[in-house]
């Protein structure tokens, strides 16, 4: 007998009748008729508030979510999960990346390794590293301390250590500098090269596998722009360059000395690897004291999610609430929206994270996802520019798009009222979207501004606000690096809970391989003279264009 689609079960059934029967409720309403929503619709970590009470949703639907997680086997694949199991189905792995940031040793054994002795030592080769930078003992070729370092990698290897040395950029230890290159655009290298001196600079290549193309590009001019800067030989590679990466042939092959190499394993995902050694940017320029409480915070947020009962674990509402937008309400994107400057790259990250991962049309079984959608387009900016550029749509555009709000209590840059100018504009934002402006109102508005009454009816369908528009709140103290270790972890949660309900793998990614092989037997042809051929009438035309361009 086939086994039922997700969107066959009883509690999806029950969730689509409800969202049927409830589609004119308005967030507005609910308010007014419940003065204690927000006591009821809000869950805590020590320091951090998750408010979700302007959301268009009742008692009963998150009682009929709870439902659809506990039929789905949420809890049961959270256990799996959490004690090693290889959950990543197409590859036969475990997914561990809880176990990189792990406060003490729990016993798990993955393929007969102990694995918190294996975090452990990579740790510590972190903290010496660190630490060496820290007292300017870490000495290039020419015997000058290294000043800047350099993460040369792509995806999960740039993404996340970028959004976090932003994020804590008033963190950065003093007389230090990081950098990032991913994109194999020449002018992504160049322009870090142009500030940077070869002497003092130290090159990160963050690697999982040391094959990836852009990646290895990038290294091997960066390897070349060093030994002609310092006039030297491939000896000085030793003092300039450190790998992170599972594939020590291939680190030796690039030239780097195994000594120098940081190691991680297979049952760490790319996208979820900053906690691992392709965080050694963040603990050079940081510190590895900042770079433990990062790892603390997201510590916190997996004994919450272990631990806490599902109407009270935050990822666990987070993803609900997602899925009932994105299945029962037809929204087809997210958006965060962070008030705060520093994380301007946190959106970015959230989008490989989310997308790369439950951007999937393929079940678990390989059976094709039928009846429902996967994942969502994950997008934002940061406030207030944003309001400045999307929030039009937000309010009056004709889809609705669910968003997250972040915002801290207390600014890492304080200045006169900038931030109670920031956190005014934030709470305005969810406030209007939820209530909206009826047509009553913007009258009686115009009204009052003593416009005559033909104005008034003329203008006054210009300014209704339909509202009803769902967000969710993330009140912090302040963005340090537990709060964001805190941050990230709920999102990575999150992201597991949705596959889990739409029976997706979360943690491959193929759909990133095929243009990748395409690529390939592509560049050899544009160096070519000759007829292209075995490429569709727009690629070859492409092809053949790009040359003639090229030759001017």
Known sequence: MTALTPSQTPAWLALEAHARATATLHTRALFDADPQRFSRMHAELPGLLFDYSKHAVTAETMALLQDLARERGVPEARAAMLRGDAINVTEHRAVLHTALRA????????????????????????????????????????????????????????????????????????????????????????????????????????????????????????????????????????????ALSTNTAGVVEFGIDPANMLEFWDWVGGRYSLWSAIGTSLACVLGMEHFDALLAGAADVDAHFRDAPLDQNIPVLMALLGVFHHNFRGAATHAVLPYDQHLHRFPAYLQQADMESNGKRVRRSGEDVVGYETGPVVWGEPGTNGQHAFYQLLHQGTGVVPADFLVAARSQCPLGRHHDKLVANCFAQTEALMRGRTLAEARAELRSSGLPPDEVERLAPHKVFPGNRSTSTFLYEQLDPRTLGRLIALYEHKIFVQGVIWDVNSYDQMGVELGKQLAKAILPELDGQGEVLGHDASTAALITRYRDLRRG
């Open 103 to 242: 406060q003490s040793d729990t016993g798990l054994v993955v393929d007969g390794q102990p694995v918190y002795p294996l975090v452990q030592a990579e740790l510590a080769k972190m903290q010496a590293l660190s630490e060496r930078l820290g007292r300017g003992e870490l000495l290039g070729h020419t015997g000058e301390p290294i000043t800047d370092i350099v993460n040369i990698g792509i995806g999960g290897s740039d993404l996340g250590p970028v959004m976090v040395s932003e994020a804590l950029r008033p963190f950065w230890r003093e007389g230090l500098r990081a950098h990032f290159v991913s994109n194999v655009d020449g002018a992504d290298l160049t322009g870090v090269l142009g500030r940077v001196r070869a002497a003092t600079t130290l090159f990160l290549i963050a690697s999982k596998t040391f094959t990836t193309d852009e990646t290895l590009t990038n290294a091997h001019s960066a390897r070349a722009w060093l030994l002609h800067q310092l006039g030297a030989g491939p000896e000085a590679v030793a003092k300039h360059f450190v």
